[in-house]
C-alpha cells in the first residue's frame, strides 16, 4: 500500500512538470509560424541517458533528458534526471524547468525551478541559475547555482568523440558541490560527490536512436562521503550501463 | 470547349501574322499531396499536378498568361515564378505580394510574359519547396532560341530528403550538425597524423575546435537522394538523342540546399544561357550550379552509346545520375564520387571580421616548415578587422588544406583566395566560373550606380541562426529602393557557408568587370569569406522578396523585404 501511494505520488510529480511544461509550449508554439522568413517555432526531445545499470549489490534503471520548445531568443527546457533501483525506490528523481536565453555566441544563460524528489528522502525545491553551452574544443559545459535552504554548485562536462561519424564514445563528468549540511539527505557541505561516464554509441536511425554500452562511477567525497560510511553505505559505486539514447 | 481549342492555334497564327499580341494561354495547376519514391525510400511530399515529375510549363514570350492554381493541400500555399518579371501581386510570396492560396481555393495568376529562357517555379510557403513543390518554366524567344539544337530538355536537380522540410529545420535548431555525417573523426586524425605529423594534425584540430567549427561544414543537410527531374539514379530519367545531335540541357537547381557540380563525361558543355539571360558561349567541361541558379548548355553526342549527366554535390555527399542516349533503356556509366573537400581558413576570412576574438589564441602556432608559397593573402580584406589576440601570420594553413593559388585557376575568381570550396572539373578541364559569364546583348545601358548598399551575410552556425547584417528578417526594417535608380549591392560573407542570394522582380547583374557585358542573373552565389558586388536597375515598383534561397536560412530570417518607392502604379 504504501509503496504504491509512493508510486504514485511520484506518478503525479511527473505528470504535474509535463502540466506546467505543455501549456507553457503550446503558448510558444502559437506565437510562431504563419510569416515567410520568420523562423516558427521549435521543439525537441533528447535523452542523453535512458539505461539499465548493473551494480555489484543492485540494478536499476537511469535516465536524462530535456525537452525544449522555442525560439532563437528564448527556450524553455524540461530537465529531467533520475534512477529507480529494480523492484525498488526512486532513488534519484530531479526535475527542472528552465528559461533559457543567448548570452553569447555559444553560450545560454538560463534560471528555472529544480525539484529533488527521491524516494526516502525529505524532498528538496530549488530555483537554479547558470549557463550552458559549447566550450572551445567542442567540450559541452554546463553549471549552475542552485538556491534553497540546501543550496549547491552543479556542474558538467561532456564531449563527443567520434571514432566514426556513426560510432561516438562520449566521457561524461558531473559535480555537485553542497554548500550547506543536509543532514536528512546525508549530505555535508564541501563533501562534493562526482559521477564519471563513458559511453559508446552508435547512431543506429538518423541521431534518433542510439544503442550504447559503458560504464558509470559515482563516489562522494569530504563530509558526505564520511556519513556514508558511517551509515555503513558505499562511498562509490561502479555500474556497467547499457541503454539507448533518442533524439526526436 | 472544343471549338476553342480548335479555335486557339488558328488565332494564334492569326495573331502572329497581323502581328496583334499573342495568345493569352491558359494552365492549370494542382497542388497535391503526393507519395514520394525515390527508390531508395518512399515518403509523403507535395507535388504538382499529382506528381513527383516537376511540371514543364512552356510559354511563349509575348504571351499573356493565366495560371489557375488549385491548393488540394490542407495547408495555404503559394507559387512564385523564379526569374519572371511581372507585377509584384502576381509574384506569389505570401505577406509580401498576396495572401497565399488557401486550401481548396484556386488563384488565378496573370501576368505577360517579357522575357524569354530558362526559369523555375516553386512554393514560396512554409518548407513545401523542399518537400516537392517545383517545377520548370521554359519560354521560347520571339524570334527562336539563338543557337538553335535539335534536342531540347529540362535537367532539374533537387536533393530529396526523407525527412520533411520542417523537420530538417527542427533538427538543425537541435543540433546544427544533426545532418553532418562528414564530420572528421578519430580515424581521420590518424591518417592526418600518418601524413604531416602528429603535431600539424592536432594543431589544425585546435584551430578549428577554437572556432567551434568544422571544415567539413559545406552542406547543411546531408542524407538526401538527389533527384534530376524527380528521377534518382536508379530510376535514371533519360533524354534521347540521334549521334550528332546538339542537344540543349536546361539545368535548374531546385535543391533546398544542395550545389551540384554537373557534367556530362565524354563531352564538353557549351553555357549558352545563365538564369534565362543569353550570354557568349563558353564551352566548359564542368560546372557548379548554386542552388535555384539554372544554366543552359549544349551537348553534341555523337556517338550511338550512353551518356550520363552527373550531378556531384558540392560537398561530395551525395550524387545522381541521369543519362542521354539514342535508345530509352540505356544506362550512362556511373561515376566514384570526388573526395570531400574541406572548408580553409581562408573560407573563415569574413567570419573572423565580425567575430569576437577573445579566446582565441593563434598566436602561439607552429610555423615551422611551413610553406606558404602559392598562398595570395592579399585579395582577404582585413579592414576593419579586430587583429587583437590574432597573429595572421603565424597562422597554420597548411595542415590539411588545399592550397589553391587564387590567379588562373579556373572558376576560382569569385572564391576567397586559399579556399577548400573552389572546383576543379573531374577530367582536368575548364570549370565554369561567374568570370566566363558575358552577356550576349546588353540588357541594360552600362551607368554608374546611383549609391551603394552593403549586405553582410551573417549567422550562427552552432545556433543555426541566419540574418542579414547580424539582424533577422523579423526583426528588421525593409530596403527601400527609388524606383529609376541604379543600386550597387556589396555583398559580404562574413559567414563559412556559400549563399544564393535572390532578388524577386528585379534583374541582378554580378559585377564581373565587363560593364554593360556583365551577366545579368536573378541569383548569385556569394562564397565564404569574399566581398561580392552586383547592381541593379530598380525598375519594378512594389514590394519584393530578397534572400537566401537555401531553405532553411531563408526560413532561418536571412531573408529582407524590399521596398520600391515611386513609378508607374
Known amino acids: 500500500m504504501g509503496a504504491y501511494s509512493k508510486e504514485t505520488n511520484h506518478m503525479k510529480k511527473l505528470l504535474l512538470g509535463t502540466a506546467l511544461g505543455l501549456p507553457l509550449a503550446l503558448t510558444f508554439t502559437s506565437v510562431a509560424m504563419a510569416e515567410v522568413g520568420v523562423s516558427p517555432t521549435v521543439w525537441g526531445v533528447r535523452t542523453d541517458k535512458l539505461e539499465y545499470r548493473m551494480g555489484d549489490e543492485e540494478n536499476s534503471f537511469a535516465w536524462g533528458f530535456e525537452a525544449w520548445t522555442g525560439n532563437d531568443e528564448l527556450r524553455l527546457v524540461w530537465k529531467s534526471e533520475g534512477a529507480k533501483i529494480e523492484g525498488g525506490d526512486f532513488e534519484e528523481m530531479d526535475n527542472q524547468i ?30 537554479a541559475f547558470g549557463v550552458t553551452g559549447l566550450a572551445p574544443q567542442w567540450f559541452e559545459v554546463e553549471a549552475a547555482l542552485y538556491v534553497s535552504e540546501y543550496p549547491y554548485l552543479g556542474a558538467e562536462v561532456e564531449y563527443e568523440a567520434l571514432l566514426t561519424n556513426r560510432l561516438i564514445l562520449t566521457p561524461s563528468l558531473e559535480v555537485s558541490l553542497p554548500l550547506a549540511d543536509d543532514p536528512a539527505r546525508e549530505i555535508a557541505a564541501g563533501g562534493g560527490s562526482v559521477e564519471l561516464g563513458l559511453r559508446l554509441s552508435y547512431d ?32 562509490d559505486e561502479l555500474t556497467g550501463v547499457v541503454g539507448i539514447n533518442f533524439m526526436f | 470547349m472544343k471549338h476553342t481549342n480548335f479555335l486557339r492555334p488558328l488565332a494564334v497564327v492569326l495573331g502572329l501574322a497581323l502581328g496583334l499580341p499573342a495568345q493569352a494561354g491558359t494552365y492549370d495547376i494542382t497542388v497535391d499531396k503526393v507519395r514520394i519514391d525515390t527508390g531508395t525510400f518512399k515518403k509523403n511530399g507535395i507535388g504538382y499536378n499529382g506528381s513527383q515529375t516537376p511540371t514543364i510549363l512552356h510559354f511563349q514570350e509575348g504571351e499573356d498568361v493565366v495560371i489557375r492554381v488549385k491548393n488540394n493541400l490542407r495547408e495555404s500555399t503559394s507559387i512564385h515564378w523564379h526569374g519572371l518579371i511581372l507585377p509584384f501581386q502576381q509574384d506569389g510570396v505570401p505577406g509580401i505580394s498576396f495572401n497565399g492560396i488557401k486550401p481548396g481555393e484556386t488563384f488565378t495568376y496573370r501576368f505577360p510574359i517579357e522575357q524569354a529562357g530558362t526559369y523555375w517555379f516553386h512554393s514560396h510557403s512554409g518548407f513545401q519547396e523542399p518537400d516537392g513543390a517545383y517545377g520548370a518554366i521554359v519560354i521560347a524567344p520571339k524570334g527562336g532560341e539563338s543557337v538553335p539544337t535539335n534536342r531540347d530538355y529540362v535537367v532539374q536537380f533537387t536533393d530529396k530528403h526523407p525527412h520533411s522540410g520542417s523537420r530538417i529545420f527542427r533538427n538543425l535548431k537541435a543540433s546544427a ?96 544561357q545563365a538564369d534565362g539571360n543569353d550570354v557568349k558561349p563558353v564551352v566548359v567541361d564542368e560546372l557548379r550550379i548554386a542552388v535555384a541558379e539554372t544554366y543552359d548548355v549544349i551537348v553534341q553526342p555523337r556517338e550511338a552509346k550512353a551518356y550520363s549527366i552527373i550531378g556531384e554535390s558540392a560537398g561530395r555527399t551525395a550524387m545522381v545520375r541521369g543519362t542521354l542516349a539514342p535508345s530509352a533503356g540505356m544506362v550512362g556509366p556511373y561515376y566514384k564520387m570526388r573526395p570531400q573537400p574541406l572548408l580553409t581558413m581562408a573560407d573563415m576570412g569574413g567570419m573572423m571580421s565580425g567575430m569576437d576574438h577573445s579566446g582565441m589564441d593563434m598566436g602561439g602556432m607552429d610555423m615551422s616548415g611551413m610553406d606558404h608559397s602559392g598562398m595570395d593573402m592579399s585579395g582577404f580584406d582585413m579592414s576593419g578587422m579586430d587583429h ?52 550576349r546583348k546588353p540588357l541594360y545601358r552600362d551607368r554608374p550606380a546611383t549609391r551603394e548598399i552593403e549586405i553582410r551575410l551573417t549567422g550562427n552556425m552552432e545556433r543555426y541562426i541566419w540574418s542579414i547584417d547580424g539582424v533577422k528578417y523579423e526583426d528588421a526594417d525593409p530596403i527601400r529602393l527609388k524606383y529609376g535608380e541604379r543600386v550597387r549591392f556589396k555583398f559580404v560573407n562574413e559567414t563559412m557557408m556559400a549563399h544564393p542570394m535572390h532578388l524577386h522582380g528585379m534583374w541582378t547583374i554580378i559585377d564581373t568587370g565587363k560593364g554593360a557585358y556583365d551577366p545579368v542573373k536573378h541569383t548569385v552565389s556569394v562564397a565564404p569569406g569574399t566581398t561580392l558586388y552586383t547592381e541593379t536597375e530598380v525598375d519594378a515598383p512594389g514590394q519584393w522578396a530578397f534572400h537566401c534561397h537555401l531553405s532553411y536560412h531563408m526560413a532561418g530570417g536571412m531573408f529582407r523585404k524590399v521596398i520600391v518607392e515611386g513609378g508607374p502604379s
Open chain 2, 388 to 439: 587583437s589576440g590574432m597573429d595572421m601570420g603565424g597562422m597554420d594553413m597548411s595542415a590539411g588544406m588545399p592550397v589553391v593559388p587564387s590567379e588562373g585557376a579556373p572558376g576560382a575568381a569569385f572564391y576567397a583566395p586559399g579556399s577548400g570550396l573552389i572546383p576543379t572539373a573531374a577530367n582536368g578541364g575548364k570549370f565554369l566560373g561567374y568570370e566566363d559569364l558575358t552577356a
Open chain 1, 98 to 127: 528552465r528559461l533559457q536565453k543567448p548570452i553569447t555566441d555559444f553560450f545560454d544563460g538560463f534560471i528555472g525551478v529544480a525539484a529533488s524528489t527521491p524516494d526516502g528522502a525529505p524532498e528538496r525545491y530549488y530555483g
Open chain 2, 177 to 272: 550538425d544533426y545532418y553532418n555525417r562528414a564530420q572528421r573523426t578519430a580515424q581521420d586524425l590518424i591518417e592526418d597524423a600518418g601524413a604531416e605529423g602528429l603535431k600539424a594534425a592536432l594543431q589544425d584540430r585546435k584551430m578549428w575546435g577554437a572556432m567551434r567549427m568544422m571544415p567539413t561544414d559545406i552542406e547543411d543537410v546531408q542524407g538526401f537522394t538527389p533527384l534530376i527531374n524527380g528521377a534518382s539514379t536508379q530510376q535514371n530519367w533519360t533524354g534521347i538523342f540521334k549521334p550528332g545531335e546538339k542537344v540543349r540541357l536546361r539545368l535548374i537547381n531546385s535543391s533546398a540546399t544542395t550545389y551540384f557540380d554537373v557534367r556530362v563525361p565524354g563531352l564538353k558543355m557549351t553555357v549558352v
Open chain 1, 204 to 235: 543506429l536511425i538518423g541521431r534518433s536512436v542510439s544503442p550504447y554500452v559503458g560504464v558509470n562511477y559515482e563516489r562522494a567525497f569530504g563530509g558526505t562521503a564520511d556519513i556514508l560510511r558511517d551509515h555503513g553505505h558505499e562511498v
